[in-house]
């Protein structure tokens, strides 16, 4: 089974600055790896898959880069709706797709 | 526009099944697979497992392998899980997903939180 393993736990920016949220797999998936976006009381949603492209309706002020192993969700001019919890998801080796813990990303 | 609507809050009792539904429209049900995804209270995201619509087929994460069923009904575009064998460890918000057959999950249902509790 894929571990992923994100970074930082919690994330302390300010609005109008940039994020900057790791994901790191304990084995390569290519770039078979997605980001989701998760509010309170919400279902998650889709952000980036492909390691790189945004989905549909997603503003370019998210972006995500990297492949195999270590890979970053870039969040340009921080906006108040932007506050939340942040997974990554790996889908190149299944059973089973594995999410990583999530990054809380917080006013500061 | 596509949506997944799921069944309503359940309470269940330790070692009872539950059935959780979740109802598609906007796109051809037969042309994605459907994810089933669980997130206990506080916690991150569980997969489950999936169902091909088209074939009707499955594959479980082994975790809940035996415990788990997936099915759906064409005719209503709608997926289900049942999960038996109910401990208050199954207590979570259970999530269907929908996968365009290129890994990422893209529209979500709503949830349906499941309670265990005697």
């Known amino acids: 089974e894929i571990v992923m393993t994100q970074s930082p736990a919690t994330l302390s920016v300010s609005p109008g600055e940039r994020a900057t949220l790791s994901c790191r797999a304990s084995q390569s998936v290519s770039s078979n790896l997605a980001w989701y976006q998760q509010k309170p009381g919400q279902a998650p949603r889709l952000l980036i898959y492909g390691a790189y492209t945004r989905a549909t309706g997603i503003s370019a002020r998210f972006s995500g880069s990297g492949s195999g192993t270590e890979f970053t969700l870039t969040i340009s001019s921080l906006q108040s709706e932007d506050f939340a919890v942040y997974y990554c998801?790996?889908?190149?080796?299944?059973?089973?797709?594995?999410f990583g813990q999530g990054t809380k990303l917080e006013i500061k | 526009q596509v949506q997944l609507v799921q069944s309503g809050v359940e309470v269940k009792k330790p070692g009872a099944s539950v059935r959780v539904s979740c109802q598609t429209s906007g796109y051809t049900f037969t042309s994605y697979f459907i994810h089933w995804v669980r997130q206990a209270p506080g916690q991150g995201l569980e997969w489950m497992g999936w169902?091909?619509?088209?074939?009707?087929?499955?594959k479980y994460a082994r975790k809940f392998q035996g415990r788990v069923a997936m099915a759906r009904d064409t005719s209503i575009s709608t997926a289900f899980m049942e999960l038996t064998g109910l401990t208050s460890d199954d207590t979570a918000v259970y999530y269907c997903?929908?996968?365009?057959?290129?890994?990422?999950?893209?529209?979500w249902g709503q949830g349906t939180l499941v309670t265990v509790s005697s």
């Open positions: 998801q790996q889908y190149n080796n299944w059973p089973p797709y594995t």
């Open positions: 997903a929908r996968e365009p057959l290129t890994g990422e999950f893209d529209f």
């Open positions: 169902i091909n619509p088209n074939r009707d087929t499955t």
